[in-house]
């Protein structure tokens, strides 16, 4: 009998060109935006918008590009790491979460420039980069449906799902696990390694909160 050969399927989409490019963008224009600003740059806002914490300018770039591109990713190692095994065998399901990679990332890459957006036009600056990311959001979620129903993938076992949300079988030896729908994967929470992923998962949110503190 033959080998089996794996499905030929590309990690990379034209929906990583997006981000790529709203980076080079960025990369070009940031110095402009950050001119005249004070060093370092208020980042962090209460409810009046009063600034409560502050980060350097030259800490301001890991902030736009290396979250963002840490979501990228992850995003990109979770929708691809599974192609070829029987969760998905042809990689459909991991070519159907590139307009969400792509559409995150670029969302992540707007409201890193949250700090410049409030210092230049106030707090309206803030809002409607929120509403960015979150259209970001929302249309690659409706992207990644659509190419889900289009490839024909249909909803999975919802018996052990606990509210619809979280996964928690101590019978599957699987870590990842397809969500509800089959729109991506999420971790067997019976499992006690899938604790210590969402500890690095969370951990640049922490990195986020705690670096507009630093003086």
Known sequence: MPPIEPPRTRWFSRWDLLP????????FL????LKGLPDPLPSHFDRHGHANG??????????VFGIPAFAWGLLLVSGNAFTGTEQDPDGRKGAAM??????????????????????RVGMVG??????????????????????????????????HYRW???????????????KPLGLGW????????????????????????????LR
């Open 98 to 119: 590139a307009p969400l990679r792509g559409l995150v990332a670029t969302g992540m890459e707007l409201l890193m420039l949250a700090p410049v957006a409030i210092l």
């Open 186 to 213: 999420t971790l067997n929470f019976a499992h006690g390694g899938s604790w210590l992923i969402m500890g690095l998962l969370l951990l640049p949110l922490l990195l986020l909160a705690l670096l507009p503190r």
């Open 30 to 33: 940031l110095p402009t935006l």
């Open 126 to 159: 803030l809002w409607v980069l929120l509403a960015l990311f979150f259209l970001c959001l929302a249309v690659g979620v409706g992207l990644m449906i659509r190419d889900m129903k289009r490839n024909g993938l249909g909803p999975v076992d919802t018996r």
């Open 54 to 63: 502050w980060t350097p300018l030259r800490g301001l770039p890991y902030l």
């Open 164 to 178: 619809g949300l979280f996964y928690v079988n101590p019978d599957d030896p699987a870590l990842w696990v397809p």
């Open 20 to 27: 790529l490019g709203v980076a080079v963008v960025l990369l």
